[in-house]
């Protein structure tokens, strides 16, 4: 709550939860209550709920458009949101020419080497990335100032549907 609670009133807002764009994709699992706002219980009892699954990774199939064409050749990072980086790795993808891609953690960061292919459970940020002849070509809302988030949970509805779709605007 510290790293996001700016008006101090013990919860997250619409305002606060733009500094976290995973929590703020999770609303609709998170925010129990339904009062528009995330607790700390709120998102303690969310980190219960994955543990009580007992799954680590999961597999999760994406895809991404830049205005509606699909997104090649982009890295896609999936970054754990700040009060989860001690807890969680950051995983990686790279899109093929459909735009397709499943995140993972390289292998050389896995916590241990028996772990599979894949991503923990979390809260994410999302950053997008495509270099041209050394230029960014993605605004930067969508990697250094990220608004993109997801929570990877079974029970999350883009993981429900099998697949995270996530539609860029060049403008």
Avoid at 14 to 33: H, I, K, Y
Avoid at 138 to 149: H, K, S, W
Wanted: charged letters at 25%; a negative charge; hydrophobic letters at 35%.
């Amino acid at each position: 709550m510290e790293l996001y609670d700016t008006n101090g009133d013990g919860a997250l807002g619409s305002v606060e939860l733009e500094q976290s764009p995973g929590l703020n994709a999770a609303m609709e699992t998170v925010d129990t209550d339904s009062d528009g706002r995330i607790s700390e219980s709120e998102i303690a009892d969310r980190i219960r709920a994955w543990q009580a699954t007992k799954a680590g990774i999961c597999v999760v199939n994406c895809f991404i458009t830049l205005d509606k064409t699909p997104l090649e050749g982009a890295t896609i990072i999936f970054e754990p949101e700040g009060f989860l980086e001690d807890q969680l790795c950051t995983a990686v993808a790279y899109t093929d020419s459909s735009g397709a891609f499943s995140p993972s953690i390289p292998k050389k960061d896995r916590p241990s080497p028996e772990i599979p292919f894949g991503i923990q459970l979390g809260f994410f940020k999302i950053r997008v990335s495509k270099e041209v002849h050394g230029k960014e070509t993605i605004p930067a809302i969508y990697n250094t100032e990220t608004t993109l988030g997801q929570q990877i949970a079974n029970d999350d509805p883009a993981i429900i549907r099998q697949k995270i779709i996530i539609n860029l605007k060049s403008r």
